[in-house]
């Protein structure tokens, strides 16, 4: 059974950090390309940043130059660093495989960017 555990989140001022956790049991972590994806108030989920098994990453470029995806093996978890935040970054972040599954979605971790 596939469990993806979010953490995190909270609110921050703009120009402000966050460091998320996602943390994944089962065989999901090991094999796939792992991924975090975000939901704005009244918009569709979107993918943000992924991280390969080799560690190669990618980026939306909305978060390009800010954000940085990586994994830890060990822990089984993958991270989202997000810096310099600004007030349309708030959302519901989630972390998910590469492409998604839809059987896999968390609770996700709420992300707020206000002054």
């Known amino acids: 059974q596939v469990e993806l555990v979010e953490s995190g989140g909270g609110l921050v001022q703009p120009g402000g950090s966050l460091k998320l956790s996602c943390a994944a049991s089962?065989?999901?972590?090991?094999?796939?390309?792992m991924g975090w994806y975000r939901q704005p108030p009244g918009k569709v989920r979107e993918f943000i940043a992924g991280?390969?098994?080799?560690?190669?990453?990618d980026y939306a470029d909305s978060v390009k130059g800010r954000f940085s995806v990586s994994r830890d093996f060990a822990k089984n978890t993958v991270y989202l660093q997000m810096t310099n935040l600004r007030p349309e970054d708030t959302a519901i972040y989630y972390c998910?495989?590469?492409?998604?599954?839809?059987?896999?979605w968390g609770q996700g971790t709420q992300v707020t960017v206000s002054s």
């Open positions: 089962g065989t999901i972590f090991t094999v796939n390309t």
């Open positions: 998910n495989m590469v492409p998604y599954n839809n059987g896999y």
């Open positions: 991280v390969t098994n080799f560690g190669s990453t």
